[in-house]
């Protein structure tokens, strides 16, 4: 691909943003014509006097967008945008089936996603072959109980911890 075939081609990028200003942002894009995805998560939240489903964002301080080296600089001077997730000294290119992949483990209402910063050490390549999480690829991190594996899914680093028994992985033969 030559590069101006690269600065038209959109891509997915992260981008840091304020705490707590995720859905504002996301907003932001969108009213400004920029494609942008915030991962949601119905979560059940309890207060002194009650209780309430919120949506709250399946990783916090983080918004994708899938621009153009055009719509750049305009990202980073939406409000509360504070600068794009960063790899090797340039803005990290997402592939879009991680995106998809995202997605999808989102569409599954009946499993919770939970979304880790914990530090673990790297393991096999991993593939969940069975269940309503299977085709999700990543780095086998940890067994969570029973029914509970770690993924490092890249390029972010994060670990995802996803419903599925070991009995549902398979190791990736590349």
């Given at each position: 691909m030559s590069s101006k075939e690269q600065?038209?081609?959109?891509?997915?990028?992260?981008?840091?943003?304020?705490?707590?200003?995720?859905?504002?942002?996301?907003?932001?894009?969108?009213?400004?014509?920029?494609?942008?995805?915030?991962?949601?998560?119905?979560?059940?939240?309890?207060?002194?006097?009650?209780?309430?489903?919120?949506?709250?964002?399946?990783?916090?301080?983080?918004?994708?967008?899938?621009?153009?080296?055009?719509?750049?600089?305009?990202v980073l001077q939406t409000d509360n945008v504070m600068q794009y997730v960063r790899f090797e000294g340039k803005a990290a290119v997402i592939r879009d089936q991680d995106i998809e992949i995202l997605k999808r483990m989102l569409g599954q209402s009946d499993h919770e996603v939970e979304i880790t910063r914990e530090e673990l050490l790297p393991g096999t390549l991993v593939e969940i072959i069975a269940g309503p999480m299977m085709g999700i690829r990543g780095e086998l991190i940890s067994f969570r109980g029973n029914n509970k594996v770690a993924l490092r899914m890249l390029p972010l680093g994060f670990t995802v911890l996803v419903e599925s028994p070991g009995t549902n992985l398979a190791v990736v033969k590349e």
């Open positions: 600065l038209l081609t959109p891509a997915w990028h992260a981008v840091y943003v304020h705490s707590r200003a995720e859905k504002r942002v996301h907003e932001e894009l969108k009213y400004k014509g920029i494609e942008s995805f915030l991962p949601l998560q119905r979560k059940l939240r309890q207060w002194s006097d009650r209780k309430k489903w919120v949506e709250m964002p399946l990783i916090s301080g983080y918004v994708f967008v899938h621009i153009t080296r055009k719509h750049y600089d305009i």
